[in-house]
T-cell receptor
Framework: AQSVSQHNHHVILSEAASLELGCNYS??????LFWYVQYPGQHLQLLLK??????LVKGIKGFEAEFIKSKFSFNLRKPSVQWSDTAEYFC????????????FGPGTRLSVLP | GAGVSQTPSNKVTEKGKYVELRCDPI?????LYWYRQSLGQGPEFLIY????????DSGLPNDRFFAVRPEGSVSTLKIQRTERGDSAVYLC?????????????FGPGTRLTVL
């Protein structure tokens, strides 16, 4: 069975600090990878996605993620966080051979201090 | 345009009762997903519809849970004989056909509390 782990439960940063949130998955086949964000009081929304091609993908609001196949990782990064980035971040994996079944990680709560 | 909507936003029920949760997907989206999210956890896949049929129901925890999508748009998640452990936020998402079919658009969720 597939699983997704996210290394940090809660990350606290000051504004302008750099961010890296870890995501690892367990599945040896072809995968589609996603990061979703949930701002306080709002719906889950897609931040970025990787299907194939360039392993470095750019998303909205200055976020990017790098797929490293050998490490089964898809870490999320942002060079300089803002207070408005305070949210819960979820990594999700879709194993291509499993159709449209998505497995989400437990989430990382990011708090950015002004 | 209108996003995914879910009703009710909150539902409080007593142990043993039957509940129905409704999801209105984005118009034209053929795929519809149900997830359950417990406190401090990520969304847990329950079931996925492609059109009217359940393409994958492997995430339904037991036979007390059932979902339908009779006309390929609105879906209802039905829970019989509710238990306290069913308390969670139930999320619905939809996605279109084609190249964007893996992008899910989520609704606000229904918070179910079983007393």
């Amino acid at each position: 069975a597939q699983s997704v782990s996210q290394h940090n439960h809660h990350v606290i940063l000051s504004e302008a600090a750099s961010l890296e949130l870890g995501c690892n998955y367990s599945y040896g086949g072809t995968v589609n990878l996603f990061w979703y964000v949930q701002y306080p009081g709002q719906h889950l929304q897609l931040l970025l996605k990787y299907f194939s091609g360039d392993p470095l993908v750019k998303g909205i609001k200055g976020f990017e993620a790098e797929f490293i196949k050998s490490k089964f990782s898809f870490n999320l990064r942002k060079p300089s966080v803002q207070w408005s980035d305070t949210a819960e971040y979820f990594c999700a994996v879709n194993a291509v051979n499993y159709g449209q079944n998505f497995v989400f990680g437990p989430g990382t709560r990011l708090s950015v201090l002004p | 345009g209108a996003g995914v909507s879910q009703t009710p936003s909150n539902k409080v029920t007593e142990k043993g009762k039957y509940v129905e949760l409704r999801c209105d997907p984005i118009s034209g989206h053929t795929a519809l997903y149900w997830y359950r999210q417990s406190l401090g956890q990520g969304p847990e896949f329950l079931i996925y519809f492609q059109g009217t049929g359940a393409a994958d129901d492997s995430g339904l925890p037991n036979d007390r849970f059932f979902a339908v999508r009779p006309e390929g748009s609105v879906s209802t998640l039905k829970i019989q004989r509710t238990e306290r452990g069913d308390s969670a936020v139930y999320l619905c998402a939809s996605s279109p056909d084609g190249l964007d079919r893996y992008t899910q658009y989520f609704g606000p969720g229904t918070r179910l509390t079983v007393l």
